[in-house]
């Protein structure tokens, strides 16, 4: 029965759109989340120069005060990456749901994260199903985070992009470990931040732990560098 499944859910049920105006509305679509990551981005880099006035001069603002903004660079410019990789994985999703492409990954997820067994094989023949696995998928992800190498890597799969760092990797001439390791060390210092006061725990008395302008400026850099290069890589494909 599991087969039969599997079979059904990639069996090509016509599609309302035209295949000129699916591919049309996927790089809108996909434009789109690029911009969501821009607009979230210059949240940040706002917050990374707000001592600086439109002339380059200081305004003066107390080192406390620009430590804080320096935080919340990092948490801004984190979560923007989260938007981006949720709402770049609904576009492709949709768009492999449309031209009816799945892969296995897909398939695999959609099988065991958001239907039930009893659930699949009631809704699996219907007309509709595409558009019911579209809000399972919009319900799903509002729970998920797409924070860190292992989730990236993980949810990337489903928009058939395996190994997505390794792609960024060759596509951007970068070092993988050095990217890798950027991004776990600012995934785990945005929870710091926000679950922790950014404070270290570990010690017996109150600890902030240090932050300065450039580490804030390298975690903005980093994650623009991870999110242009897969809206890169998949205008490639």
Same mark, same amino acid.
């Not at 105006?21 to 979230?40: K, P």
């Not at 799969?157 to 390791?181: E, P, R, T, W, Y």
């Not at 902030?208 to 242009?228: Q, R």
């Given at each position: 029965?599991?087969?039969?499944i599997n079979?059904?859910?990639?069996k !090509? /049920?016509?599609?309302?759109?035209s !295949?000129n105006d699916s591919?049309e509305t996927?790089?809108?679509? =996909?434009?789109q989340?690029?911009s /969501? %990551?821009?607009?979230?981005i210059?949240r940040?880099?706002? &917050? &990374?120069?707000?001592d600086t ?6 305004l003066? /603002?107390?080192e ?5 903004s320096y +935080?919340?660079?990092?948490? #801004? =410019?984190? =979560?923007a990456l ?6 770049? #994985?609904i576009?492709?999703?949709k768009?492999? &749901?449309?031209? +009816?492409?799945?892969?296995?990954d897909l398939?695999?997820?959609?099988k065991?994260?958001l239907f039930?067994?009893?659930e699949?094989?009631?809704?699996? #023949? ?5 558009? *019911?696995?579209?809000q *399972? %998928?919009d319900? !799903? %992800?509002?729970?998920?985070?797409f ?5 990236i890597?993980?949810?990337?799969? #489903? ?5 997505v760092f390794?792609?960024i990797s060759?596509?951007?001439? *970068?070092s993988?470990d050095?990217?890798l390791s950027?991004i776990?060390n ?6 710091l931040i926000?679950?922790c ?5 570990t010690q017996?008395?109150l600890?902030?732990?240090? /932050?300065d302008?450039? =580490?804030a400026s390298k975690c903005?850099?980093?994650? @623009? &560098?991870?999110?242009?290069e897969?809206? @890169?890589i998949?205008q490639?494909k």
């Amino acid at each position: 029965m599991s087969k039969d499944i599997n079979d059904e859910i990639g069996k !090509d /049920i016509p599609s309302s759109e035209s !295949d000129n105006d699916s591919a049309e509305t996927v790089r809108s679509s =996909s434009e789109q989340a690029y911009s /969501i %990551f821009e607009s979230g981005i210059k949240r940040a880099q706002n &917050l &990374l120069e707000i001592d600086t006035n439109s002339s380059g001069d200081s305004l003066g /603002i107390r080192e406390d005060k620009l430590l804080d903004s320096y +935080r919340a660079v990092v948490v #801004l =410019s984190i =979560s923007a990456l989260d938007s981006y990789i949720k709402t770049f #994985l609904i576009v492709e999703i949709k768009k492999n &749901l449309n031209e +009816r492409t799945l892969s296995g990954d897909l398939k695999k997820y959609i099988k065991e994260e958001l239907f039930s067994k009893e659930e699949l094989h009631q809704v699996v #023949l219907e007309n509709n199903f595409y558009d *019911k696995v579209i809000q *399972k %998928f919009d319900a !799903d %992800f509002e729970k998920r985070s797409f924070q860190g190498q292992k989730s990236i890597d993980k949810f990337m799969k #489903l928009a058939g992009m395996n190994q997505v760092f390794k792609q960024i990797s060759i596509s951007a001439d *970068k070092s993988i470990d050095n990217i890798l390791s950027s991004i776990e060390n600012f995934t785990q210092r945005r929870h710091l931040i926000v679950h922790c006061g950014d404070h270290d725990l570990t010690q017996t008395e109150l600890t902030e732990i240090e /932050i300065d302008k450039g =580490s804030a400026s390298k975690c903005i850099k980093l994650v @623009k &560098l991870i999110a242009s290069e897969i809206h @890169k890589i998949s205008q490639e494909k």
